[in-house]
């Protein structure tokens, strides 16, 4: 069974940056491929960016070039860079374990908020 524990969401003025980080435990097949998903007030869930287990990553469009994926195998833990924030960017950030071949979502974190002041 996975378990995920997101930190580091919080308050930041646009064009700061944070850190989120996700803690994982569980099966290694099931933490080989993982991403970071968001939603905002009266919005859907969307993807964010994510890692597979060749160390392949995608990132939406409207986070290319500002959010960084990556993972520390050794503390298990997936970590989301977020740089040039913007007011957009404010939502409910989820860690996710994926399925490797149908990408689709084994489990959630609780989810950290992060919210962008103009």
């Known amino acids: 069974q996975v378990q995920l524990v997101e930190s580091g969401g919080g308050s930041v003025q646009a064009g700061g940056s944070l850190r989120l980080s996700c803690a994982y435990s569980?099966?290694?097949?099931?933490?080989?491929?993982m991403g970071w998903f968001r939603q905002a007030p009266g919005k859907e869930r969307e993807r964010v960016a994510t890692?597979?287990?060749?160390?392949?990553?995608r990132y939406a469009d409207s986070v290319k070039g500002r959010f960084a994926i990556s993972r520390d195998n050794a503390k298990r833990t997936l970590y989301l860079q977020m740089n040039s924030l913007k007011p957009d960017d404010t939502a409910m950030y989820y860690c996710?374990?994926?399925?490797?071949?149908?990408?689709?979502?084994?489990?959630w974190g609780q989810g950290a908020q992060v919210t962008v002041s103009s």
């Open positions: 996710a374990a994926r399925d490797c071949y149908s990408g689709s979502v084994r489990a």
């Open positions: 569980g099966y290694t097949y099931s933490t080989n491929c």
């Open positions: 890692l597979d287990s060749f160390s392949n990553r």
